[in-house]
């Protein structure tokens, strides 16, 4: 059931609600009034009995025919007296109204042989509480008539917006994110129709900055796998066939001492190299350190190899009571504080970073801060800044970058610690 039958339904209730109501208080204001009036009626009947058995010409019709509420009838010949009501309602609203000894007529035999019957007729009663009804509920149906039709009008108006509301999320539900609604109508439908904007304009953006990242990360990751095969081919597969190469000819030398020695330390010196470069390649794919130290060592020695190799000068601060974390709280933050060292190389230009990792109460806070060129926050973040805020939200933290020019790149994380 749509909401404007269902708001008709409820006025219609309403209505009926009230119309019984005002009803039910005429029918007790007109039991009153019908009493007083009846009780008149009565005493008239009576004073018209005595009278007619003493004057019966005094009952002529042209004197009784406007009398109120009294109905005199000349009875004819074997005539018998019906002084019930008619049927229908007139006859529902007589039962209610008046009392059967009310009804009652009194029939009399006249000196002059004529026959008479005088009684309280309650038809000019029931005609104005008939007349009163009628009024009541004929203004009752006008006043619930506009009522309704002035609900459709502004319901309808109002349903009009959510029509329209209504097919633009089923176009947004279908994949449809460029639609927009018309900024017109009512103050309320403007701003419907702004807030939908802008919620559908960032849905857009957040769907295309999603295609780009994604593209982004599937370049980043074939990049990986080709820097990888490189790896493995060129530097250690090199290192492999020159040890073959020269285990096979330490068969050949084992009378000559001098190139017997040479050729072990060839060895050693290859198994060293390629000792090195399997500990490279498996320190970029993952911080082993973390596994066998704890999460302070393994920072500083992060801290250390950035510095050694990129020849910045960077301090570090550790809490001396720091939590234990899960082995996926350590990696995201191991990773993070990684991404921020290396944000710092390729476009801070600085010369000093200062890093705190400190613990407050229930809560940790990583701080990166360096002393370089600074520059305005980017409205869409690159691929970088896109894994540190995913970084942050998978430990349920609140990532803040700030950076203003000449005055460097800030990184704030505060997130709450595992339970």
């Known amino acids: 059931m749509s909401a404007l039958w269902r708001i008709n339904l409820w006025v219609c209730g309403f209505f009926a609600l009230v119309a019984s109501a005002c009803t039910a208080l005429l029918l007790h204001q007109a039991l009153a ?8 009626a009565e005493a008239v009947v009576h004073y018209l009995s005595e009278t007619a058995e003493r004057d019966p010409a005094s009952l002529q019709p042209r004197l009784t025919a406007s009398l109120r509420h009294v109905r005199v009838h000349w009875l ?25 000894a009310r009804r009652s007529a009194q029939v009399l035999d006249l000196p002059d042989g004529r026959r008479v019957s005088i009684a309280v007729d309650p038809r000019d009663e029931l005609d104005e509480v008939w007349d009163s009804l009628q009024q009541l509920l004929s203004l009752c149906a006008l006043a619930l008539a506009l009522s309704l039709l002035t ?11 959510l029509d329209e509301l209504l097919r633009a999320l089923q176009q947004v539900c279908a994949g449809q994110l460029n639609v927009r609604l018309r900024s017109a109508g009512s103050p309320e439908a403007r701003q419907l129709a702004l807030h939908f904007n802008r919620m559908t304009g960032a849905l857009e953006q957040a769907r295309t ?3 780009q990242l994604t593209q982004t990360l599937m370049a980043v990751q074939e990049q990986e796998r080709n820097h990888l095969a490189q790896t ?10 020159g040890i073959r190469a020269q285990a096979c000819l330490l068969r050949l030398v084992t009378d000559q001492p001098q190139l017997l020695t040479r050729t072990v330390a060839q060895l050693e010196d290859h198994c060293d190299h390629l000792q090195q470069g399997f500990r490279a390649l498996v320190h970029d794919l993952y911080p082993v350190a973390l596994q066998h130290l704890p999460m302070a060592e393994a920072f500083a020695m992060l801290v250390t190899q950035w510095q050694a190799s990129h020849g910045i000068d960077c301090r570090l601060r550790v809490s001396a009571d720091l939590p234990t974390l899960s082995g996926a709280s350590k990696t995201h933050l191991y990773r993070l504080l990684q991404e ?15 890093v705190r990792l400190q613990h407050y109460g229930s809560r940790l806070r990583l701080w990166v801060r360096d002393n370089g060129r600074g520059a305005p926050a980017p409205q869409r973040p690159g691929v970088g800044l896109y894994s540190m805020y995913e970084r942050a939200r998978c430990l349920g933290g609140e990532l803040k970058i700030l950076s203003h020019p000449g005055a460097g790149w800030a990184l704030a994380l505060n997130m709450p610690l595992e339970a």
């Open 232 to 241: 493995l081919h060129d530097d250690l597969g090199q290192y492999l066939a």
């Open 151 to 161: 609900i459709r009008w502004a319901v309808r108006r109002g349903m009009g917006v």
């Open 76 to 100: 004819g010949p074997g005539e018998t007296l019906n002084a019930s009501l008619p049927d229908g309602l007139d006859a529902w609203l007589g039962r209610l109204l008046f009392a059967e």
């Open 33 to 40: 009034d019908v009493e007083r009036e009846l009780q008149s």
């Open 340 to 354: 921020a060292l290396t944000n710092i190389v390729r476009h801070a230009d600085a010369s000093q970073v200062h």
């Open 209 to 211: 900055d999603n295609t």
